[in-house]
């Protein structure tokens, strides 16, 4: 079933992508990679739809520590997953890394990230 958070999160993804199509050849012409930039997108998508969904299923538990360990449980899960994503990145490019689109990501999972504490926030005041 799909909550607002999960429409925010598809709509977020598809503007991303849908200004990835449009900028193609401009990113291509200053040596950004389209195809790198546009798999972090959707991961970070994945990987924060996850993470958002077991921060907000805490919020339901009384108990204060259960939210808090799930905030950082999401964090953890996000951190290492897209950490192992670079990693593996890098280790089979070696010396073909496109750091455009690393900066890209890193400037994707701030996005992301951004967007979720701020919806998360305003479920958690409800």
């Not at 999960?6 to 012409?29: E, N």
């Not at 077991?54 to 905030?71: C, E, G, H, M, Y």
């Not at 890098?90 to 750091?99: D, G, M, P, S, T």
């Amino acid at each position: 079933m799909m909550n607002k958070t999960t429409y925010v999160f598809v709509l977020l993804l598809l503007i991303v992508q849908g200004m990835f199509t449009l900028s193609r050849t401009w990113l291509s012409a200053h040596e950004v990679n389209v195809t790198i930039l546009s798999g972090a997108n959707f991961l970070l998508f994945l990987v924060t739809i996850l993470s958002a969904g077991i921060t907000a299923k805490s919020f339901t538990n009384p108990n204060l520590q259960a939210s808090i360990r799930a905030v950082m449980l999401s964090f953890m899960i996000k951190f290492f997953v897209l950490a192992l994503a670079a990693f593996i990145y890098i280790y089979r490019e070696r010396k073909a890394v496109n750091l455009p689109a690393l900066y890209g990501a890193a400037f994707l999972y701030i996005v992301y990230t951004g967007v979720e504490i701020r919806l998360l926030l305003r479920a958690l005041k409800k």
